[in-house]
């Protein structure tokens, strides 16, 4: 069985946030209320998408940290580039990014009933939205070719 846990709060970046993806390393904070007793450890997961469902093949899960802090959780954090990751490759701006929170006690076997879509074993809280600002550069050999002008010559 596993443990009742509240789900997780993102603290930062706030929802709407501009990201931009060659700025380097991003904090992001989770708060939690879930009250936990000293007598269990929680492990927090974060996790970025590229749809707000989090369905297979659209997210990774980019940092992880455990705490068995009592009360309330403040200024836990993970800090990641989220342009490091392969599902935002082909990031364009404008384009929404997504990220979540999860969490659970350590000791739970088999832990929380199974996320409907990703089938992991964590609480998530409600995702956060913002926009790609600055997408990553293409990779090595990937530069789009020119397109050869034509001749003006008619037929």
Not at 73 to 92: M, W
């Amino acid at each position: 069985m596993a443990t009742p846990l509240a789900a997780p709060t993102i603290s930062s970046p706030g929802q709407n946030t501009a990201i931009n993806l060659q700025g380097g390393a991003i904090p992001f904070e989770v708060n939690s209320d879930e009250g936990a007793n000293s007598q269990i450890t929680i492990q927090y997961v974060l996790e970025f998408s590229t749809t707000p469902n989090f369905a297979k093949g659209t997210y990774v899960q980019a940092g992880s940290f455990t705490s068995n802090q009592t009360g309330v959780l403040t200024s836990q954090f993970v800090t990641v580039n989220p342009s490091s990751y392969g599902i935002f490759a082909n990031a364009f701006a404008g384009e929404a990014i997504y990220w979540r929170f999860g969490a659970r006690n350590v000791a739970d076997n088999p832990g929380p009933s199974p996320d409907f879509l990703t089938k992991e074993r964590y609480v998530f809280g409600v995702p956060f939205s913002g926009t790609v600002t600055n997408p990553p550069p293409p990779p090595p050999g990937k530069i789009a070719k020119k397109k050869k002008v034509g001749t003006g010559k008619g037929g």
